[in-house]
C-alpha cells in the first residue's frame, strides 16, 4: 500500500488530456487516484493507462465537491493530497510534505503552497489554525491533505464548487471550516508542493453571481456576528477592482448569506 495518495478530480475527455500533458511525477511511495466525471466512455490516454502508479475511476456524480468525495472514497492510504488535474506537482516538495504529515499524528487537515498566478499571500511559518484565518489567507482545496484516519466523516459539500446547482466555489473553505468546527487540528506548513496555471476564482477579471453567492454563504457561515460589514466591504472592492458592480455584489453575497442559515438549520449533519 502506497504511503500518500494524491486524489486528483478531473472532468471530461479534456481532464484525462490535462492529466496526461501535466507533470504528476512518479514517487516512491505514492499513488495518484483519479476520479473521472463526464467521461463520455472516452478511452484512457495511452500514457495514463501505462503508468502503475495512477488509478482511474469512472463517475456519474455531477459537480466539484462529489468529484472530490468520490476521489477520497477511492484513497486506501492514510495520508491524502487533494489534487486539480491541470496542477504541475514537485516531487521534492510531495517529499517535503509527506515527511512533515508523518511527524504530525494529530493533525487531520493540512494546507500547504500551490504556487499561482494572482496576489495571493501565505503565512511564512507553520501554525495550527484557531477557528480562523490569519488576515488576507484563504485556503483552496488543492492546497489541502488530510489525514483519512481523524476527518472521520468530513467530506466536501455537495452544494458548492464547480458545476454545483448554483454555487460555484466555497467548497474548499467550508470543508476546512467544517473541520475547525468540529474539533478537528488544521495545521498549515510553508512547503510548495507544486504550481497552477490558473490565479483563483476571486482574482478573475469578473466574478460571476454564483461565486459571489458562494462567497456570501462562506462568510456569513464563518462570520456569523460580522457578515454583514464584511459583506459590504467586499462588493465595495469587487466594484474597485472592476470585478463587479455594486448592487449586483450586494444582491448575490446576501442571497447566499440567506442560504448559510437554511443550510444549518437544515443540513447540520454536514456540517457542525
Given amino acids: 500500500m502506497s ?15 490535462r492529466i496526461a500533458a501535466g507533470n504528476f511525477p512518479e514517487i516512491d511511495g505514492v499513488r495518484y487516484v483519479v476520479s473521472w466525471q463526464h467521461h463520455e466512455n472516452a478511452p484512457l490516454p495511452e500514457s495514463i493507462a501505462a503508468r502503475h502508479d ?12 462529489l468529484n472530490r468525495n468520490c476521489a477520497l472514497a477511492l484513497c486506501k ?11 504541475s506537482l514537485s516531487a521534492q516538495g510531495i517529499k517535503e510534505a509527506l515527511e512533515y504529515m508523518d511527524k504530525r499524528k494529530d493533525t487531520a487537515v493540512f494546507s500547504f503552497i500551490i504556487e ?18 490569519p488576515t488576507d489567507y484563504f485556503v483552496c482545496s488543492c ?29 474548499d473553505e467550508l470543508f ?26 476571486g482574482f478573475g477579471k469578473t466574478v460571476s453571481p454564483q461565486t459571489l453567492r458562494a462567497q456570501g454563504c462562506i462568510a456569513a457561515l464563518m462570520y456569523p456576528r460580522s457578515f454583514g ?27 447566499g448569506a440567506f442560504r448559510a442559515f437554511r443550510l444549518l438549520r437544515s443540513d447540520r449533519e454536514r456540517l457542525w
Fill in 229 to 255: 460589514p464584511r459583506l459590504l466591504l467586499k462588493a465595495v472592492r469587487l466594484r474597485k477592482n472592476g470585478q463587479s458592480t455594486l448592487l449586483k455584489s450586494l444582491r448575490y453575497l446576501c442571497a
Fill in 143 to 171: 492546497e489541502l491533505a488530510v489525514r483519512r484516519s481523524r476527518i472521520g466523516q468530513l467530506r466536501f459539500h455537495p452544494d458548492f464548487g464547480l458545476n454545483s446547482p448554483d454555487m460555484h466555489g466555497g467548497e
Fill in 116 to 133: 499561482r498566478p494572482g496576489d495571493r499571500w501565505y503565512p511564512d511559518k507553520e501554525f495550527i489554525f484557531k477557528g480562523k484565518y
Fill in 176 to 201: 476546512h471550516l467544517t473541520a475547525m468546527r468540529r474539533g478537528l487540528e488544521c495545521r498549515f506548513a510553508p512547503i510548495v508542493i507544486g504550481s497552477h496555471p490558473h490565479a483563483h476564482t
Fill in 54 to 65: 495512477i488509478t482511474v475511476a469512472r463517475t456519474d456524480t455531477i459537480g466539484l465537491s
Fill in 3 to 17: 504511503r500518500l495518495d494524491i486524489a486528483i478530480s478531473t472532468y471530461g475527455p479534456d481532464g484525462a488530456a
Fill in 77 to 87: 492510504a492514510d495520508l491524502v493530497i487533494i489534487a486539480d488535474d491541470d496542477e
